[in-house]
């Protein structure tokens, strides 16, 4: 936290924002303290800012080392909730993780069909070429130092042969794989959907190779920053596991996408709740939720209002009058944030690839490996046996 500066308006106080974009006001004048960010916005309780403040005020140090004990603000701090872990399960997961995960992977991929064959000398099958590609994504090495790793899979009968290293990512320069990689994803997704009824949504981004440059005319000098690649999804908030996945451009909206994402997954799964924030708060998404039979769990913005009535005006009202109860569902959200956190801790927040069409198979690759790692701990925690493609009409073309 930042800094914490008093105001000349007795018991207000400011206090920069921690991200460096502006600042928020806290208020202590009453019994309870208040605060102008969008957490206490959001719960009403004592967020960070006020407890700086609260620090602050209690012991200040003064410019010549001495400290000043000024007055006291009491603020109550919500005891936070730990969930036990099973040990064995993980450590069995973990130690056998690589290992499952190309059989479960080879699994998956026998499920895609190959296109008509042409004239000519014959591709790829698109089963090894879609696991070559998703097992180095996973390896999270070079091309070169994978090899050794395409050959253990070849010796156990993954894949046909061992292709040349340059070829893993002229795999991915294919948009043929794309609608490809959503179907695996989904599938990989089936074996959990007895345990999956709650949802969240989210975005963000994946930092690519390609940077932006432009001439900054207010500091008369050049700049340049990365360019990237949005992921929208949807997962489970029990296992992580993602549902359904799209992937836009960098400054592309949430909402407009999240409508695609319940309706693939309320195809596979029965929906029970959906929340997603701010980014969220439009009618189409609530009506996209309501359609599915769920109810939705979304953050609100400041200028809402329920005058559009319908299900909208139902979840606005539930937030004003309930609002508790409204943050006990809402807070399941904060389960997609920890889904992207497992993505990218594992698989790398960046990309590789160099292409538009790369860099979004590249991104289904990451979410693909980590349905399979969900899986795999699943099959270790529960005691599942993931079976895919069990209807065979639904196999990928």
Same mark, same amino acid.
């Given at each position: 936290?930042?800094?914490?500066?008093k105001?000349?308006?007795g018991?207000?106080?400011?206090v920069?924002?921690?991200?460096?974009h502006?600042? #928020?006001?806290?208020?202590?004048?009453?019994a309870?303290?208040k605060? +102008?960010?969008?957490?206490?916005?959001?719960r009403?309780?004592?967020?960070k800012?006020?407890?700086?403040?609260?620090?602050?005020v =209690?012991?200040?140090k003064?410019?010549d080392?001495?400290?000043t =004990?000024?007055?006291?603000?009491?603020?109550?701090?919500? !005891?936070r !909730?730990t969930?036990p872990?099973n040990?064995?399960?993980y450590n069995?997961?973990?130690t056998n /993780?690589?290992d !499952?995960?190309?059989?479960?992977?080879? *699994?998956?991929?026998?499920?895609?069909q190959?296109?008509?064959? !042409?004239n000519g000398?014959?591709?790829? &099958?698109?089963?090894?070429?879609?696991?070559n590609?998703t097992?180095?994504?996973?390896?999270?090495?070079?091309?070169r130092?994978?090899?050794s790793?395409?050959?253990e899979?070849?010796d156990?009968?993954?894949?046909a @042969? $061992?292709?040349?290293?340059?070829?893993?990512?002229? #795999?991915?320069?294919n948009e043929n794989l794309t609608p490809i990689?959503?179907?695996?994803?989904?599938?990989? +997704?089936? &074996?959990?959907k007895?345990?999956?009824?709650d949802?969240?949504?989210?975005?963000?981004?994946?930092t690519?190779s390609?940077?932006?440059?432009w001439? *900054?005319?207010?500091?008369? @000098?050049?700049?340049?920053e990365?360019?990237w690649?949005?992921?929208?999804?949807?997962?489970g $908030?029990r296992?992580?596991?993602v549902?359904?996945?799209?992937v836009?451009?960098?400054?592309s909206g949430?909402?407009?996408?999240? &409508?695609s994402?319940?309706a693939?997954?309320?195809?596979?799964?029965?929906i029970?709740?959906?929340?997603a924030?701010?980014?969220? *708060?439009? $009618?189409?998404?609530?009506?996209?939720?309501? @359609?599915?039979?769920?109810?939705?769990?979304?953050?609100?913005?400041?200028?809402?209002t329920?005058?559009v009535?319908?299900?909208?005006r139902?979840?606005?009202h #539930?937030?004003q009058f309930?609002r508790?109860?409204?943050?006990?569902?809402?807070h @399941?959200?904060?389960?997609?944030? +920890?889904?992207?956190s497992?993505?990218?801790?594992?698989?790398?927040? #960046?990309?590789?690839s160099?292409?538009?069409?790369?860099m979004?198979?590249?991104?289904?690759?990451?979410?693909?490996?980590?349905?399979? =790692?969900v899986?795999?701990h699943?099959m270790? /925690?529960?005691?599942? *046996?993931p079976v895919?493609?069990q209807n065979l009409?639904?196999?990928?073309?």
């Amino acid at each position: 936290m930042g800094a914490v500066k008093k105001t000349a308006k007795g018991q207000v106080w400011t206090v920069p924002s921690q991200s460096g974009h502006g600042s #928020y006001s806290v208020d202590l004048a009453g019994a309870d303290p208040k605060c +102008s960010c969008p957490d206490f916005e959001l719960r009403g309780k004592p967020c960070k800012h006020v407890f700086a403040v609260a620090y602050t005020v =209690v012991r200040q140090k003064n410019p010549d080392g001495s400290t000043t =004990v000024t007055e006291t603000v009491t603020v109550t701090a919500t !005891k936070r !909730k730990t969930y036990p872990q099973n040990w064995p399960a993980y450590n069995a997961a973990q130690t056998n /993780e690589q290992d !499952k995960f190309q059989s479960l992977l080879h *699994d998956l991929c026998a499920g895609i069909q190959n296109p008509a064959p !042409k004239n000519g000398r014959p591709p790829l &099958p698109l089963a090894d070429a879609i696991f070559n590609a998703t097992f180095k994504v996973y390896s999270t090495v070079s091309q070169r130092r994978f090899m050794s790793d395409l050959r253990e899979a070849h010796d156990r009968g993954f894949i046909a @042969k $061992v292709p040349h290293f340059n070829s893993i990512s002229n #795999y991915l320069e294919n948009e043929n794989l794309t609608p490809i990689l959503r179907d695996l994803i989904t599938q990989s +997704s089936l &074996p959990l959907k007895a345990l999956e009824t709650d949802f969240a949504a989210d975005s963000s981004g994946f930092t690519t190779s390609r940077f932006i440059r432009w001439f *900054d005319v207010k500091y008369g @000098k050049p700049r340049a920053e990365h360019e990237w690649v949005k992921v929208h999804l949807m997962c489970g $908030v029990r296992t992580n596991v993602v549902t359904a996945v799209e992937v836009g451009k960098q400054f592309s909206g949430d909402s407009p996408f999240f &409508p695609s994402l319940m309706a693939t997954t309320a195809n596979n799964f029965k929906i029970a709740e959906v929340s997603a924030d701010k980014s969220y *708060d439009a $009618v189409s998404c609530v009506n996209a939720v309501v @359609k599915t039979g769920g109810k939705p769990f979304i953050a609100l913005k400041v200028s809402a209002t329920g005058g559009v009535g319908g299900a909208y005006r139902q979840m606005f009202h #539930y937030f004003q009058f309930k609002r508790d109860e409204f943050l006990m569902h809402y807070h @399941k959200r904060s389960n997609v944030e +920890s889904t992207f956190s497992m993505i990218k801790r594992k698989f790398g927040d #960046y990309l590789r690839s160099k292409s538009d069409v790369a860099m979004v198979n590249e991104s289904l690759c990451k979410i693909l490996c980590h349905n399979i =790692v969900v899986l795999i701990h699943e099959m270790y /925690e529960l005691g599942i *046996d993931p079976v895919f493609w069990q209807n065979l009409s639904e196999s990928p073309q």
